[in-house]
């Protein structure tokens, strides 16, 4: 979430109440199975008996999103297929508009890419954090029933059998959904996942093999500053069923979308971060072919056509321009945008929010839109436009280093009024920077702050401050190289700030060292740099005597 509030935003409570979580150690309930139709139906859940876990894992495996069938294969570790990602999803989820609920039916293969074996595997349940909105019903490793833990988002499933290293396994989830109301408060800034009279958005709605960095798995325990997501690619296919919903009922989605019939779709999203997609009997779709032939969609409402002193604005067509201008800087400066479209929601709820191929912006900056560029509706969508890059294509550790893509996608809002509207430049820094006193230090984790307004001032803002002080050090040649260089080391895995650092060539560790004295807590030179002098030291080759 990008939660850059307007001043009377400021008196935000610090954390955020979660409940609801099952902190016992917990076994799968008892539930009668029966043959029917060809395929396993468990009475004890309304799912459809279409989805069940092994005809999912089936078609995971038959159409190439995973490895070899397991009855086909005598070990889970032949074809290892190493240049595809080690988490692929397929899932049926059945969506009961009129209740705003779904229940879902979900396969993970997975592969272990480690050097040693694991002896658990680890899902992180975004959905669990808000009491009522998950209920897991079955979970199964290779077709077996198991046991789990599940603590707020950290779903433990211990292994009877270790995951040997270059080995698979199949993970099977039927769950229920119920996402809450999109209301007011800190809880209506979590609106990805929930729903308003209008609206269903399901963000990060299904599990996902948590991230492994330096031999652990990597999850955060949510609260209601910032976000705690560590989130490595996978490839996804999901299939979206809904009943009781109007003729005029709309998906938005990232990827491939296929209709397959009235209410159905199938959605192919491949090497991505995440999944989302919402959902409205009252959009409004503007699409727009770019040159590059990437497709753009805005999806809004009415409200988004407003009038003001006698003259018509449509906040969804600013949205469309500025969005293919963004995507066309972007591409030229940071490297070329990686899919075939681009999808924008206009949503019911504050701000925005970055998914792979799809945002959010909030409803309220396309209602109060005024025209032209100066204005929260262009900044929040160039602001989650450029997190196509700094999330999507570089990921990060958004809880302990939430600079590596807050900061950046900042100061790109800054690079899009510079080239587009530079008349502009000096209100931009008052508007989002100078008007709120930031301090702190850039390299801050969630964790420190009491309100999100600090939070914002030290990452975001501090952020901006630093990266333009660093352009400054050494020239905007050398920095847009630093950012293009920082990409293509970063593309597809999950950064730290050391990665960030050592793009930084030698000669300019110099011309940035005051900056790092004033804008970071970590500004050790061997803490940022020693990494890369130990590696070339490791591997130099040693003299003759």
Not at 48 to 67: C, K
Not at 181 to 192: A, N, P, T, V, W
Not at 451 to 476: C, F, K, P, S
Request: charged share 20%; with cysteine.
């Amino acid at each position: 979430m990008r939660p850059m509030f307007r001043i009377f935003h400021l008196c935000i409570a610090s954390t955020l109440a979660l409940a609801g979580c099952n902190l016992a150690r917990s076994s799968l309930p008892a539930a009668t199975v029966e043959a029917g139709e060809g395929r396993l139906r468990l009475q004890t859940s309304p799912i459809p008996a279409t989805a069940t876990l092994g005809a999912l894992i089936q078609e995971v495996n038959e159409n190439g999103a995973g490895p070899p069938p397991a009855e086909a294969t005598p070990s889970r570790c032949v074809d290892a297929e190493e240049d595809r990602p080690a988490r692929r999803v397929r899932a049926d989820a059945h969506i009961d508009y009129e209740t705003k609920s779904a229940d879902v039916a979900q396969a993970i293969v997975f592969h272990n890419r480690e050097a040693l074996p694991l002896d658990a595997i680890v899902l992180d349940v975004q959905a669990n954090q808000w009491e009522g909105s998950f209920q897991l019903l079955e979970l199964t490793v290779n077709g077996e029933t198991v046991a789990y833990e599940l603590n707020l988002n950290r779903l433990e499933v211990n292994l009877d059998e270790p995951l040997a290293a270059g080995c698979w396994l199949e993970l099977g989830l039927k769950f229920r959904l119920q996402p809450e109301e999109i209301r007011d408060g800190l809880r209506s800034y979590r609106g990805f996942f929930g729903y308003s009279p209008r609206q269903l958005n399901l963000g990060h709605f299904l599990p996902t093999v948590a991230a492994r960095l330096d031999g652990d798995w990597r999850i955060h325990e949510p609260i209601g500053i910032g976000e705690q997501v560590v989130y490595d690619v996978g490839d996804w296919r999901v299939n979206v069923s809904v009943d009781n919903a109007a003729d005029t009922l709309v998906l938005a989605a990232p990827g491939t979308v296929t209709a397959l019939g009235a209410a159905t779709w199938d959605v192919e999203l491949l090497n991505s971060r995440d999944f989302a997609i919402s959902l409205s009997d009252a959009w409004l779709r503007t699409e727009l072919k770019l040159a590059n032939d990437v497709t753009v969609e805005v999806y809004s409402f009415a409200d988004a056509q407003i009038y003001a002193n006698g003259i018509q604005l449509d906040g969804a067509d600013h949205v469309l321009q500025e969005t293919e201008k963004a995507l066309d800087l972007f591409g030229r400066v940071f490297g070329a945008y990686a899919r075939d479209r681009f999808v924008v929601v206009q949503g019911d709820f504050p701000d925005g929010m970055e998914f792979t191929g799809l945002v959010f912006v909030g409803g309220a900056w396309f209602t109060n839109f005024d025209g032209g560029p100066q204005n929260y509706l262009t900044l929040i969508s160039v602001h989650e436009i450029a997190h196509q890059w700094w999330y999507a294509r570089v990921g990060s550790d958004s809880a302990l280093n939430p600079w590596l893509d807050e900061a950046l996608a900042t100061y790109s809002e800054y690079l899009y009024i510079e080239e587009h509207y530079p008349v502009y430049k000096n209100w931009w820094w008052t508007f989002r920077v100078a008007s709120f006193f930031p301090r702190g230090t850039v390299d801050s984790d969630v964790y420190e702050f009491a309100t999100a307004r600090e939070y914002i001032n030290a990452v975001y803002l501090r952020g901006v401050q630093m990266l333009h002080n660093l352009r400054v050090d050494i020239g905007d040649e050398a920095f847009f190289e630093l950012l293009r260089a920082y990409l293509s080391a970063g593309d597809g895995q999950i950064a730290d700030p050391t990665l960030f650092w050592r793009q930084l060539p030698p000669a300019q560790r110099d011309l940035t060292q005051a900056t790092r004295l004033e804008y970071l807590r970590q500004h050790d030179d061997d803490a940022l740099f020693g990494a890369i002098e130990n590696e070339l030291t490791a591997t130099a080759p040693e003299e003759s005597p």
